[in-house]
């Protein structure tokens, strides 16, 4: 220990000593640099570099070069993977595909071989080979049961079924993918608007396999109310019974509860419809009871009550008295829909009480066939039909003679200042633009006029002080034969620059204008009507001023028709009156409606509308019946013409 001691203590000042020759050497001696040479990366090196920095082409090359000369292993694995999640994102799945199917080939067993098999069923529904993406999702499932993965897969499920049109496992995909993403909200949202959206796009036949899986789960009184929606809009009131039933059953929500019972309601309500039953809405009494029981004479002759013949129709009628007030009807329609569960309705007649009736009626789903000329009531839905000329059809009918016939082209309007009086004005005034004649005056008279002469001298020039270059004008224009047959060359003449006049108003107003024309000199001027100038009192009234008018007509009582002889003489025998437009569609009505529901297969009302719609060719005294598809019975009018004491057929 002394030794030792002694010589660690001697060899302090020679270390001392060196490290003092070794300092000393430092500062007076700078040794030479080292060179050091930059090693270049390589090509994965670079890659990734370029990949970082968001150069995605000129990564997908240094990868490319990588892979060139690279042997199989983690790297080359790698270097795979980038360049596939390179072309996703330069949206070229196309070429994605191919490199990630290499992966799951060459390098099974890595464990990030779960996502790459995903990308590639992802893919293949992306480029839409959906039926190939459906079979590596199950292929997916069955090797990794519970994968983080699965939820997504799930989804790509769905999606895969859909596209191809397998609603049923669609539904189940998705809804096993919502109970998988039960704790993501804005998932949960979307994959329940798939599940509604696929609800309400599927047929009754896939939504009763939807119903099975969808049991116990808030998509199950969906389902069933929409398989009772179709049904009641096919008219199956047995399946739609069911199908409300079991939404009942399905659910304890009060909501779906509410629409499941209004459902079986309705069906309920239409399988008890009384299927021999019709009902008739009609004033009776009121200021517009002589429309309502004229209607009512033809409707109960032809329905065989004046011959004991109602036994063998099997048919009943219900009569209702409206009063031509739409409070009236409503409250009518309502006991004979409701109370007497009748299967259709004849009428209204007057225009207010029509239009309440038929809002109604369509709410109530039940058939109506409206005597009026309300134009737009059979608008208000498929339930609402019409047997009448409507004043559209009257003004078609009239221009076609008027300009294609005869040749015309100046009109002009006088009509009465009411809704029927410029409703057929703008009428008349549209379809004559349409036809490219025009309207060369104009002018309207109060209803209770019955002095029109004003209104006359306006559309002939003789109402306002005419201008002195005006009368020049006319005076040039006169011929020497004019000159000899002017009896006072003081009073201006009337200026007709017009080949007809419309007058749309009933005969007994016709029968007061037509007199003041001639006797203002508005003479050799066809004149054109409506159907309400119709009736032998005109010519009894006006004879000597209405020769040669064209009028439109419904109905003639004249006709030589077999079948409107026979109604004719059997409405004669019963009433003593020559029936008129408003029986005549009477009579025709409950005829059509007699032919339709002989028919077996008519069952309910919805059942009655489709035969109504589909029925051609009717042959009535008022013409061929045919609805089109919006309820419009397809009136062609008669035209009528007056020569000397008779109305006539215009030919």
């Not at 090196?45 to 090359?61: D, S, T, V």
């Not at 829909?337 to 369509?362: F, H, L, N, T, Y």
């Not at 703008?426 to 019955?450: I, K, P, Q």
Request: include cysteine.
């Amino acid at each position: 220990m002394i030794i030792r001691f002694f010589l660690a203590k001697r060899a302090v000042p020679a270390l001392m000593v060196g490290i003092a020759f070794f300092l000393a050497a430092c500062q007076t001696k700078t040794p030479p640099p080292v060179k050091v040479e930059q090693v270049r990366p390589g090509p994965l090196a670079r890659a990734e570099g370029y990949l970082e920095n968001g150069e995605l082409e000129k990564a997908l090359n240094a990868y490319g070069v990588f892979l060139k000369d690279a042997p199989k292993g983690e790297k080359s694995a790698l270097a795979l993977k980038r360049t596939s999640e390179i072309y996703l994102k330069l949206n070229q799945p196309e070429n994605a595909l191919p490199i990630l199917e290499k992966i799951s080939r060459e390098y099974p067993d890595y464990t990030w071989i779960p996502g790459v098999q995903y990308e590639i069923a992802d893919i293949l529904s992306r480029i839409g080979e959906h039926k190939r993406s459906a079979t590596k999702g199950l292929e997916w499932l069955d090797r990794y049961p519970d994968h983080p993965l699965k939820r997504d897969i799930l989804i790509l499920l769905g999606d895969n079924y859909r596209a191809l049109g397998d609603t049923v496992r669609a539904f189940r995909w998705w809804l096993k993918a919502k109970e998988a993403w039960s704790d993501d909200p804005q998932r949960i949202v979307q994959l329940d608007e798939k599940l509604n959206e696929l609800i309400s796009s599927s047929e009754p036949t896939s939504l009763d396999q939807l119903a099975a899986d969808a049991a116990g789960t808030l998509y199950a009184p969906k389902i069933y109310y929409r398989i009772a929606s179709i049904y009641l809009e096919q008219n199956d009131m047995k399946q739609a019974k069911e199908a409300a039933t079991s939404l009942i059953h399905s659910t304890k929500d009060e909501e779906w509860l509410l629409k499941g019972r209004a459902l079986l309601k309705h069906a309920k309500d239409e399988m008890a419809v009384k299927q021999g039953v019709l009902g008739c809405l009609l004033p009776l009494s009121g200021p517009f009871s002589i429309y309502g029981e004229e209607v009512l004479k033809g409707v109960e002759l032809g329905l065989g009550v004046h011959w004991d013949q109602t036994a063998e129709t099997g048919l009943e009628l219900l009569i209702r008295d409206t009063k031509g007030e739409p409070e009236e009807a409503l409250s009518a329609l309502e006991n004979l829909v409701i109370d007497e569960k009748i299967m259709a309705i004849i009428g209204p007649v007057s225009s207010r009480a029509a239009i309440a009736v038929a809002k109604k009626a369509q709410e109530m789903g039940i058939p109506i066939i409206a005597l009026t000329k309300r134009e737009g009531i059979v608008e208000e839905g498929e339930m609402i039909f019409r047997n009448f000329l409507t004043p559209s059809q009257e003004v078609e009918g009239l221009l076609d003679v008027a300009m294609g016939q005869m040749g015309m082209k100046r009109f002009g309007i006088l009509y009465p200042d009411n809704a029927y009086g410029r409703y057929c004005m703008h009428l008349f005034w549209d379809r004559l633009n349409d036809m490219g004649g025009t309207v060369t005056a104009v002018e309207s008279y109060g209803v209770n006029d019955t002095d029109f002469a004003d209104q006359i001298k306006k559309m002939v020039g003789l109402y306002y002080p005419r201008p002195a270059s005006l009368m020049q004008r006319l005076e040039d224009m006169k011929t020497p034969l004019d000159e000899e047959t002017s009896i006072d060359p003081e009073e201006p003449e009337p200026i007709i620059d017009f080949d007809a006049i419309f007058i749309p108003d009933s005969f007994q107003r016709v029968a007061m204008i037509t007199p003041q024309l001639a006797f203002h000199d508005v003479l050799g001027v066809q004149l054109l009507g409506t159907s309400a100038w119709q009736s032998p009192k005109l010519v009894e009234m006006a004879k000597d001023y209405i020769q040669g008018a064209l009028f439109c007509s419904g109905f003639v009582a004249n006709s030589e028709e077999p079948g409107v002889r026979v109604f004719v003489e059997e409405y004669r025998e019963n009433f003593d009156v020559d029936p008129g437009i408003l029986a005549a569609n009477g009579y025709d009505t409950i005829r059509f409606l007699k032919k339709a529901l002989s028919r077996q297969e008519i069952q309910t009302r919805k059942d009655l509308v489709k035969a109504l719609l589909g029925s051609q060719g009717f042959e009535g005294v008022s013409g061929i019946i045919t609805f089109d598809s919006n309820g419009e019975a397809e009136k062609e009018p008669i035209l009528l013409t007056i020569s000397g004491n008779k109305m006539l057929l215009y030919r």
